[in-house]
């Protein structure tokens, strides 16, 4: 099992909309889509989940209906909007930046220098 | 933000705010659902369903503050925060009941400024209303002509009438009417003076309002061969006819012709201003020339598919087209259309507009005075439930709750005010309601404007008891929640007070004290007036004075294609009036019979402004307002009022080129500073748009001593007595003076009057002591509005200072300990703690007397040091700061009995 590593401020959103841009979740679903994609390195706190989605959602970022789950369940499916997905572009090419910068700073080398 | 994210905003509120708990349980219903999975999942795993339903509740948290924070999320925290719950009015009670003072003071306060705010501005929205109490009220219009140089109305449109009743499109049923007092003789034979019209029969279809029985005016009573007929009015078929359904039909006495009764009109139909009897109106153009002939007033509907615009439109067209056709009489006349009540009460005129304005700003200001005033010590109040706030902070309520809160508590308050508003507008509007009844001016007020607690007056009282529940609770809660709070919390462990008295709150105290001081000259002046002639007495035996308006049945005749009244007219009945004199003055009751236009000291005078001439005149005194009275012979000798200078009028000052006046004291005083005023001249001085314009100089022949019938002079007290002009004064006001009892002489007087010629009318028959007192209404309401102000904001300002002391004192507690345990002086201890106080006070006082000198000279009233004035200023000075060391007396003793050991026990 990976080690888990704890979630970064910020990253919860772009992970959520990230999942949910993959197609149609629930709540739990999404949670379960973010451990998959992430290896189950990612540990999300589940009560920040929903105020998170909620968030998106009147940002106009997801939107959300209501469904039928496997288990015959009533739930409420989330998917991403125009804007959600253009917002996750955004944020990902800005991640990959980041991250980018990030790895060049801390491989860094005193001969390098 | 995008538009697509703005949408889904509103969206998420509109949602949230509409189902509150539905989005709860939805909320709920997602999150069980999650752990039923998770568990369902952990089950899989090998826990058992207990184990696996405990360990994904625990995982998930707390449903109730996950909810919470989704709430937040989707952006409605503030409006969670502004939900009141019934605890929070539930506490308003309770803290009301905690602290009856000022629950009293602040009730009583909220109340007058609630009455006077609400009550002014529901009584200006009915006399501005565009609608009146009839079907489709709103579409009742009134036409009339403007003279676009002089903007004066011209009520001379017969010609105009006769043209738009045939002609306009936008308007329908164009009717006229005219005031007429008529004598209508009942069952009884006796008479009665009724008020009614001169209406065209449009006029009740314009109404639309069925007759009680027969029928109303038809057009074919308006043809001068058509047999006179008349439409009584309820009260007057009632009380006069005995609700006899038989009248109609029957001839009655209508003034001086008999009429036959065509209808009579259901209750309280008093259309189109306030009348009880109508005749038709019968008038021929084809009498009068283009631009002459009687005032009328001309009214309409609009069409089923026009719009006031469309009116004003076509009439504005007829105006061009009657200007360019009769240049003569209407190059500069164009006709306006209105909603009838405005139009009648001539509500547009833009003085009024701008006069409406400033009253119901100034009473909003009013309002928001006292209400900040109630906040200063509704501060205090909750400054001593810091540690609940703090507390309540620290557990995690926003600082939004706890304003939302103190808001709640201050609605109560403010509730309790608003009662005591609505009550006392509805005891004014009914005291209102019969003084004007017995003063008789009732019959002048249309039917649509009524004294009492209307719904716009509600609405106005709803709004304002909001405004001041904000003023009184958000106020002080923004002031002690915040950074406050965190200081309070740190604080709170050593006993320390944080409360502090900053800058806003003594801005207000200094302001309060300033306003009291300010209103209270011009209060105490109407006090000591009303005070000083209550112990006086009116000072003649008014009890043997009548008076009574004398005038011609449907008054003065009018001359063809003339005046409204011509000079023959006029002479005819100066003629009547002076055979009456004569007769009373030969009766061995009358000890003496005169004639003016008005009551002495009354309230409906003329009162222009005058101008001395400057041969030694004093500067400022060169121009002043003054009463204008015009008097019949003997009139200073009926009185006693001989002349102290000069002398009394003779036959030929009534001439009309006789430039003569007589003065009294206070006019001699304040024009020519004690030097003579006998030769000296006086004119009028009017102004207009293009600057002042004087009239003809008139010397000063004679100086009488200051007379009022016993009325306080409120009004300018210089007056100008002019000599009634032979033959001009029209109605005259009779004052007859008798051996006896006044009361007792008027089936006499009556009989006298009936006998001079048939249609000579006595009205308002009383002893000239009621009179008097029922012209004073308006200056009694208003010295009471002021007195009541002065008081309130007076008992705000030395609980204003009561609660700066007791935060000062809460505030030094610890200090006042130390310095009693070293041995300090107690004077110097009550010092230390008044001094602060008496700044205020001090300030406030400066500020109010600078204040009070500014508004005299505003008012030009030309006294600015006058000696009665200075010490008016000095006591009221001295009052107040008196009133507040009195307020601070309680605090300060509380000071003084603080024990050292008890003040350090905390340290």
Known sequence: MPSVAQLLPGTLDVLILKAVSLGRLHGYGVLLRIGQISGGALLIQQGTLYPALYRLEHQGLIKSEWGTSDNGRRAKYYSVTTAGRKRLGEETSSWNRLAEAMARALLATPQEL | MTMSTLLARIRSWFSGMRASRAVNAEMEEEFRLHMELRAADLQRDGLSPDDAGRRARAEFGGIYNITQLGREARGLAWFDALRFSWLDFKLGGRMAAKYPGLTIMATLAIGVAVA?????????????????????????????????????????????????????????????????????????????????????????????????????????????????????????????????????????????????????????????????????????????????????????????????????????????????????????????????????????????????????????????????????????????????????????????????????????????????????????????????????????????????????????????????????????????????????????AGGHSTIRMGRLWTALILAEVGFAVTLFPTATRFAGEWVRVASAGPGFPADQFLSARLVIEGGLPRGPGGEEATTESRARFAQARDELLARLQADPSVTGVTYANTVPGGFYASTPHFEVDSVGAVAHAARFEARLDEVGPGYFELFDLPPTAGRTFAAADADSGAHTVIVNRSFADRAFQGTNAIGRRVRIVTYTANGPEVGPWYEIVGVVRDFSAGLPPIMPREVLYRAAEIGRQYPALLFVRVRTHAGGYVARLRSLTAAVRPDLRLRDVAPLEDRAHAEQLPLQWGALSLATVTASVLVLSCAGVFALMSVVVTQRRREIGIRAALGADPRRLLWALFARASAQVGAGVVIGLVASVLLDWALARGDLLGAHRVAILFGVSAAMGTFAMFAALAPARTALRIAPTEALKAE
């Open chain 2, 116 to 492: 006077m705010g609400a009550g002014v501005s529901g009584a200006i929205s009915t006399i501005r209303s565009e609608s009146l109490p009839l079907e489709e009220g709103d579409r009742i219009v009134g036409i009339r002509l403007v003279n676009i140089a002089t903007t004066a109305e011209e009520p001379r449109l017969l010609h105009d009438f006769a043209e738009w009743r045939t002609s306009l499109h936008s308007v329908v049923d164009v009717g006229a009417f005219r005031s007429t007092a008529l004598n209508l003789v009942g069952v009884d034979g006796r008479d009665a003076v009724i008020l009614g019209a001169e209406m065209s029969a449009a006029g009740f279809r314009v109404a639309r309002v069925p007759p009680l029985i027969g029928r109303y005016l038809l057009e074919s009573d308006e043809r001068p061969s058509a047999e006179p007929v008349v439409v009584l009015g309820y009260d007057a078929w009632r009380r006069r006819f005995d609700a006899d359904t038989s009248v109609v039909g029957r001839a009655v006495r209508v003034g001086t012709s008999m009429r036959t009764v065509v209808g009579v009109m259901p209750e309280k139909f008093a259309f189109p201003v306030n009348y009880s009897i109508w005749i038709p109106l019968r008038l021929d153009p084809l009498d009068y020339e283009r631009g002459a002939g009687p005032n009328l007033f001309v009214l309409g509907r609009l069409a089923a598919s026009a719009s006031l615009d469309d009116a004003r439109s076509e009439l504005a067209t007829r105006s061009a087209v009657a200007a360019h056709d009769h240049p003569e009489t209407h190059r500069d006349l164009r006709a306006q259309v209105l909603p009838f009540g405005q139009a009648w009460l001539r509500v547009d005129d833009p003085h009024f507009v701008a006069l409406f304005r400033t009253v119901q700003i100034i009473v909003v200001l009013l309002v928001v005075v006292i209400c900040v005033n109630v906040a200063t010590f509704v501060y205090a109040r909750t400054a001593t439930r810091q540690t609940e706030i703090a507390v309540r902070s620290a557990l995690g309520a926003s600082r939004s709750r706890i304003v939302a809160q103190l808001f709640g508590e201050a609605c109560v308050l403010a509730a309790c005010g608003a009662a005591v508003g609505v009550w006392l507008i509805s005891v004014v509007a009914m005291q209102l309601d019969r003084a004007l009844t017995q003063s008789g001016v009732s019959g002048l007020v249309p039917f649509w404007v009524r004294f009492d607690v209307s719904a716009s007056t509600l609405a106005y009282v709803v709004g304002l008891t909001f405004l001041g529940a904000v003023i009184i609770g958000v106020l002080p809660a923004l002031q002690l929640t915040g950074p406050r709070v965190q200081l309070g919390l740190q604080r709170l």
